[in-house]
Each structure stands twice: as C-alpha cells, then as structure tokens.
Nanobody
Framework: QVQLVESGGGSVQAGGSLRLSCVAS????????MGWYRQAPGKQRELVAA???????NYADSVKGRFTISRENAKNTVYLQMNSLKPEDTAVYYC????????WGQGTQVTVSS
C-alpha cells in the first residue's frame, strides 16, 4: 500500500527558510512523478512544484526563484527547500505521488508571520 509521510513544516518569520521532506513507502517510485501542493484557508489546493521521474521540474510562478524541489530516489524521498518565505506562503503543504492514480500525504502546516 502506497503511503506518503511529510515532515518539516513549522512557523517562521518572513524571509526565513524551511525544508519539507516526503517519504514514500509501498514500492519503488523512481520513475513516477512527485510534487508538492498547498492549500490555504478558503482557497483551492494549488500546485507548488513538481518533478518527473526523468527529473523535469515545474514551479508555480509565485515560488519561482525561492523554492527548490528535488528528489532522492534511493530513499523514495522528495524535498521542497523554501527560502525567502512570505506570509502568503502560509498553507498546508501536501506531497503528491502519481502511480496509476494520485496519492496524497496527510499534509504539513507552514506558517509565515510578517
């Protein structure tokens, strides 16, 4: 059974940094697309960054130049390095894995204060 477990969320002041991690279990996912989404209160879930099995990367315009997605296939892990955080980055961040269908983690809260 596929499971995703996120970690690394927390509270920081504007301009700070956080690094999110997501470990996938239940298989080997080196060829699968993985990504990070976020959902702020009262808003729809949106893509933050995604990385394919081949290493192609896509970022939301709002995080380009500040966030970096990477993956470590040997550990079935995807990371999201978040720098220069802004209050508008405050949201629950979810890990996403595509294996015939989408799988989601439980989410990790990121709170950025001004």
């Amino acid at each position: 059974q596929v499971q995703l477990v996120e970690s690394g969320g927390g509270s920081v002041q504007a301009g700070g940094s956080l690094r999110l991690s997501c470990v996938a279990s239940g298989g080997i996912f080196s060829i699968n697309d993985m990504g990070w989404y976020r959902q702020a209160p009262g808003k729809q879930r949106e893509l933050v960054a995604a990385i394919t099995g081949g290493g192609r990367i896509n970022y939301a315009d709002s995080v380009k130049g500040r966030f970096t997605i990477s993956r470590e296939n040997a550990k079935n892990t995807v990371y999201l390095q978040m720098n220069s955080l802004k209050p508008e980055d405050t949201a629950v961040y979810y890990c996403n894995l595509v294996v015939r269908r989408e799988y989601w983690g439980q989410g990790t809260q990121v709170t950025v204060s001004s």
